[in-house]
């Protein structure tokens, strides 16, 4: 994501161009930090009761089963571990205030110069968000029906989720479009990206045995060949890939060349600030590659 140069033409983003500027921005929630010690201070227990109950605060008290078919790739007994006990020690309001709070502050420790470079950012963002169609797309849908933020940090940090949650709604989509289950889906990704098992193992809860099952149905389909991808399952991940990417770009449109160029450089600065400070780790379970890579 280098930066362009007096004189390069301007080419505009496309939509896996965003998403590289986006997902570190709203990820500083999962690994900074300020907004694990925000959500054990409001009493939510551990880190996975902090994931699934912020995450899910923007659809309400939900119960078990609506966040599993969302969040779509989490064993069920995962989800069920935290919800919807995480209810009974903080609600969705004090924990949609603590997880905006807390990435805030994680954004102006990685980056001191983050609310100058908000303010101009968060009107472009949000002329995305309101053209965007929320039909079939229940987070970002969520995400977007919530009260705006004065504190312009803030306010770009869950406009920046709106629209990372958008394309991870299109993405379930793509995935049950071609018959995967959330199992199967991990183990294509996991193969096709030559990613150690006990990521997801470990990170979605996903038995060994239950691995294993994807992927001999996986491999019944023709997709995998033992641990390696085959040709019709590495042409199937790039035609997920490519759905995704076209069910994300249309929002984008409503902006302009100029408009697009100084959003996207302004993102691209604040995700260069968070993924070189090595907030993330890598490799990780949202498929998000390390610097100079994919």
Do not use: K
Not at 64 to 78: D, I, K, W
Not at 146 to 169: F, I, K, M, N
Not at 267 to 281: H, N, S, Y
Request: charged share 20%; proline share 7%.
């Amino acid at each position: 994501m280098a930066a362009l140069r007096p004189g390069d033409p301007w080419v505009r983003p496309d939509a896996r161009a965003w998403w590289r500027c986006l997902e570190p921005v709203h990820a500083v929630t999962y690994f900074a930090p300020e907004c694990r010690e925000r959500s054990s201070a409001i009493g939510l227990r551990g880190f996975w009761m902090g994931y699934f109950a912020a995450r899910a605060a923007p659809l309400g008290a939900v119960g078990p089963a609506t966040v599993e078919a969302t969040f779509f790739n989490f064993h069920g007994s995962m989800v069920r571990r935290a919800i919807p006990d995480a209810w009974s020690f903080a609600d969705p309001h004090s924990i949609l205030e603590a997880r905006r709070v807390g990435a805030a502050a994680a954004l102006r420790r990685l980056l001191p110069s983050v609310d100058e470079l908000a303010a101009p950012l968060v009107p472009s963002l949000h002329r995305v968000i309101d053209d965007a169609t929320g039909a079939g797309r229940s987070l970002f849908s969520a995400n977007r029906g919530l009260d705006r933020s004065t504190d312009p940090v803030e306010r770009l940090w869950q406009a920046c989720t709106c629209l990372r949650e958008h394309r991870g709604d299109g993405h379930v989509a793509a995935l049950t479009t071609h018959a995967l289950d959330g199992c199967e889906a991990l183990v294509l990704f996991a193969v096709s990206e030559g990613i150690p098992d006990t990521l997801f193992l470990q990170g979605r809860g996903w038995s060994s045995e239950e691995w294993e099952s994807a992927r001999r149905r996986l491999e019944v389909r023709g997709l995998v060949d033992g641990e390696h991808i085959s040709p019709a399952g590495r042409e199937l991940r790039r035609a997920i890939e490519q759905l995704t990417d076209e069910l994300a770009a249309p929002p984008f449109a409503v902006l302009g060349a100029a408009q697009q160029a100084s959003l996207w450089e302004g993102l691209r600065a604040i995700a260069d600030a968070v993924t070189t400070a090595a907030v993330i780790p890598f490799p990780n379970p949202m498929g998000f590659p390390a610097p100079g890579t994919g």
